[in-house]
C-alpha cells in the first residue's frame, strides 16, 4: 500500500509561483508513475500532468503546457510541480496520484492506483 502526502499549496498572486510536493511510502517509488491532478469546487478531477517511473517522459494538459513542470528525485521518493505564471483559473485542490504501471501516463482519473489527499491552491487576480 502506497501512502501519498502533498504539500506546498497555498494563496498566490495571479502570476506568481508555487512548487508542490508529494512525498511516498510503503512502496517502491520506482515501481510508478506519478501524477498530478486537480480539482475545483463543482467540478470534475482534471489530469494536470503526470511522469514515468525513470523521468525519462512527461505528459501535461494542454491548460499548463509551458507553464507548470513536473518532476522526480527517486532518491527521495517525491515528486514535484513546479506552477509558474499561475492564473486564478489555476485555483483548486491538487493530488498526487500513482500508478503501478510506471510508464503509463494516462489522462483518466480511473487509471491511477493511489491518491494523496490533496492541497489547496488559490490564485487570486
Known amino acids: 500500500q502506497v501512502q501519498l502526502v502533498e504539500s506546498g499549496g497555498g494563496l498566490v498572486q495571479a502570476g506568481g509561483s508555487l512548487r508542490l510536493s508529494c512525498v511516498a511510502s510503503?512502496?517502491?517509488?520506482?515501481?510508478?508513475?506519478m501524477g498530478w491532478f486537480r480539482q475545483a469546487p463543482g467540478k470534475e478531477r482534471d489530469f494536470v500532468a503526470a511522469?514515468?517511473?525513470?523521468?525519462?517522459?512527461?505528459r501535461y494538459a494542454d491548460s499548463v503546457k509551458g507553464r507548470f513542470t513536473i518532476s522526480r528525485d527517486n532518491a527521495k521518493n517525491t515528486v514535484y510541480l513546479q506552477m509558474n505564471n499561475l492564473k486564478p483559473q489555476d485555483t483548486a485542490v491538487y493530488y498526487c496520484?500513482?500508478?503501478?504501471?510506471?510508464?503509463?501516463?494516462?489522462?483518466?482519473?480511473?487509471?491511477?492506483?493511489?491518491w494523496g489527499q490533496g492541497t489547496q491552491v488559490t490564485v487570486s487576480s
Open positions: 510503503g512502496g517502491t517509488f520506482t515501481n510508478y508513475a
Open positions: 496520484a500513482a500508478d503501478s504501471r510506471g510508464t503509463v501516463l494516462s489522462a483518466s482519473p480511473l487509471s491511477w492506483d493511489y
Open positions: 511522469i514515468s517511473w525513470s523521468g525519462g517522459s512527461t
